[in-house]
């Protein structure tokens, strides 16, 4: 079984960044694509960005291009989550999760994920 430890959350001042990781254990890993969502109080979970883990390719929630970068460290087993200009709308729980290998297309509903982390906190204030 497959277990994701995020990081990197915390709390920041409007218009400053952030980087989340999310690693991976447990087995030997090799996901068709590994994925950030968010949650903030009283709304549902939406998703953020994700990148497949062969060719690196990226989406993005039309709300978080040009501020926000997702990569990867195949060798580390880990994904990344740069935030910049970070916005107080931006508050929430930021879970990252994966999509088995046997996945043959990007999905952007968190429904469609396999396995999940357990989500940090990320907080900005005005």
Known sequence: ???LVESG???VQAGGSLRLSCAASGRIFSPYAMGWFRQAPGKEREFVAAITWSGGNTYYADSMK???TISRDNAKNTVYLQMNT???EDTAV???AALDAYRVTVRFNDRDYDYWGQG???TVSS
């Open 1 to 3: 079984q497959v277990q």
């Open 9 to 11: 959350g915390g709390l």
């Open 66 to 68: 040009g501020r926000f």
């Open 86 to 88: 970070l916005k107080p």
């Open 94 to 96: 930021y879970y990252c």
């Open 120 to 122: 940090t906190q990320v």
